[in-house]
């Protein structure tokens, strides 16, 4: 056993015993480190932002390389702040009506190509690397889910007949779904469980050397 000497590894250990206090209840441990976590993130956004984003996107073409365009998107991103004087609060409908208006123009034909077209190609056509057995059920499990799947949310037609049993068959794929997709999640938080006793019986502890 050979505990750390590094202050900071000291700190990390504290703050991470100090969340993990809270599966007890509630306690001033707990919100010190919940206070600690979010000045250092906000404050560690607010330096990522200008030395990534406002400075180098925004500030250096106009005042460096005198880039005199950019003095419009400078002047949409101040309108946010008329927000804060109830007077000139209508002032942020101009940047608001922009952004959606660009964010729409750029988003839509791209969700439209990854959600739409690119789901219905990899359902259609054939692996381009041959058909194994195995492969062909897949893709034939994919086909099957996507069509009922589909199925299950066309309200126009009523769920009884031959789509009964299409739709039941959607339903079952939803939850396929859903599992994989809630499992996936929990296996992800218990990897950073895992990763934090990892931190606290190696590097801290030095009970388990290896997990240095």
């Known amino acids: 056993m050979h505990i750390s000497h590094n202050p900071w590894v000291w700190v990390a250990a504290i703050l991470t015993l100090a969340i993990f206090s809270f599966l007890y209840k509630d306690n001033p441990f707990f919100k010190m480190a919940e206070h600690i976590f979010v000045g250092v993130a906000t404050g560690y956004g607010f330096v990522y932002t200008w030395n990534n984003g406002i400075y180098p996107n925004l500030l250096k073409p106009i005042f460096v390389d005198h880039q005199w365009l950019f003095i419009i998107p400078l002047i949409l991103g101040l309108m946010y702040l008329s927000v804060v004087v109830p007077k000139f609060a ?111 019986l190696g590097n801290w502890l030095g009970i388990l050397p290896w997990l240095k």
């Open 90 to 200: 209508y002032f942020i409908r101009w940047p608001f009506a922009f952004l959606l208006g660009v964010g729409s123009g750029l988003s839509v034909p791209l969700a439209f190509r990854a959600s739409l077209v690119e789901q219905i190609k990899y359902t259609i056509l054939p692996n381009p690397h041959g058909m194994s057995a195995i492969l062909f059920i897949n893709a034939l499990l994919i086909l099957i889910g996507v069509v009922t799947v589909v199925l299950y949310f066309y309200f126009s037609t009523p769920h009884e007949g031959v789509m009964k049993p299409l739709t039941k068959t959607g339903i079952v794929f939803l939850m396929v779904g859903f599992g994989a997709s809630f499992g996936y999640t929990i296996m992800a938080r218990f990897s950073l469980l895992v990763g934090r006793f990892e931190f606290l």
